[in-house]
C-alpha cells in the first residue's frame, strides 16, 4: 500500500484531516504558552496520532444493525464503507453545486479595483504592490 492509496481506505480522510488540524491547533497553543519548540513539537504530534486513532474509531467502527428476527446487535462489516461512500457522494455533489452555482467567482475571474484581470499581472518575486 502506497500513500496514494489513503483515498481509497474508507474514512481515512476525516480522520487524518482532524488529526492534522488537532495536531496544529494544540503544538501552536503549546508553543505560545511555554515557548518551547521541542515540547511543542512533541505535543502537535501526539495528538495527532491520538484524535487520528479516535476519530478513525468513531467514524470507521462498524455500525451496529438490529436484527429483526433475534433482536440482537449484528455488527455489519459492510454499512461502515458503504455510510463512507454515501458521506463521500454528498459532498462531491455539494462541491459540483457550488461550482456551478459560484462559477463566476472563479480565481482566473478577479479583477483588481482598477480593472486589470489577475491573469494579466506578471509575477514578482518579492516586489510588494501597493
Known amino acids: 500500500m502506497h500513500v496514494s492509496d489513503i483515498g481509497s481506505i474508507p474514512c481515512a480522510r476525516q480522520a487524518l484531516l482532524s ?5 496544529f491547533g494544540i503544538g501552536s497553543i503549546s508553543y505560545i504558552a511555554r515557548r518551547r519548540p521541542k515540547s511543542a513539537a512533541n505535543w502537535a504530534v501526539g495528538s495527532f496520532v491520538g484524535i ?3 476519530m478513525w474509531y468513531v467514524v470507521a467502527s462498524p455500525l451496529l ?3 429483526s ?3 440482537q446487535l449484528i455488527p455489519s462489516p459492510h454499512a461502515n464503507r458503504e455510510n463512507c461512500r454515501r458521506a463521500r457522494a454528498k459532498e462531491l455533489t455539494q462541491m459540483q453545486w457550488i461550482q456551478e452555482r459560484y462559477a463566476h467567482r472563479h480565481i482566473s ?9 489577475t491573469s ?3 509575477e514578482q518575486a ?3 504592490q501597493s
Not at 19 to 23: D, E, N, R, W
Open 126 to 128: 518579492g516586489v510588494e
Open 69 to 71: 428476527q433475534s433482536d
Open 19 to 23: 488529526g492534522i488540524v488537532a495536531a
Open 52 to 54: 487520528s486513532a479516535i
Open 120 to 122: 494579466e499581472i506578471p
Open 109 to 117: 475571474k478577479l479583477r483588481r479595483k482598477d480593472g486589470v484581470p
Open 65 to 67: 444493525r438490529i436484527s
